[in-house]
């Protein structure tokens, strides 16, 4: 990934079409993705339950080590959970790539 990849993504909703709302949506919550291939990027969390968010995720890309696998983020158990409501309201952290 170059420089102009990472500009691409950065406040991106992961799994939207680039047009014509590439951005978040005011009503919608979102986790920020942080290192990696999909750095910059934001998930929509809308309607997860706080132990869906505890588990993390596993993101299909073909940004990372193997292309068409999975990047796999988790939240840190120090940072905040979400209290609810639109916007950001938390972080999951890059932890490696799978097939």
Do not use: K
Not at 39 to 65: C, K, S
Not at 67 to 82: I, Q, S
């Amino acid at each position: 990934m170059n420089a102009d990849d990472e500009q691409l993504l950065r406040g991106r909703v992961y799994g939207c079409d680039h047009d014509p709302h590439p951005g978040p949506l005011p009503h919608q919550t979102y986790a920020a993705l942080v290192g990696g291939p999909l750095d910059g990027l934001l998930l929509d969390i809308t309607g997860w339950r706080p132990e869906e968010i505890d588990d993390g995720v596993a993101l299909m890309t073909e940004l990372g080590r193997w292309p068409g696998g999975r990047a796999l983020y988790d939240p840190r158990p120090d940072d905040p959970r979400p209290a609810g409501g639109p916007g950001v309201v938390c972080r999951f952290y890059y932890s490696g790539d799978t097939p």
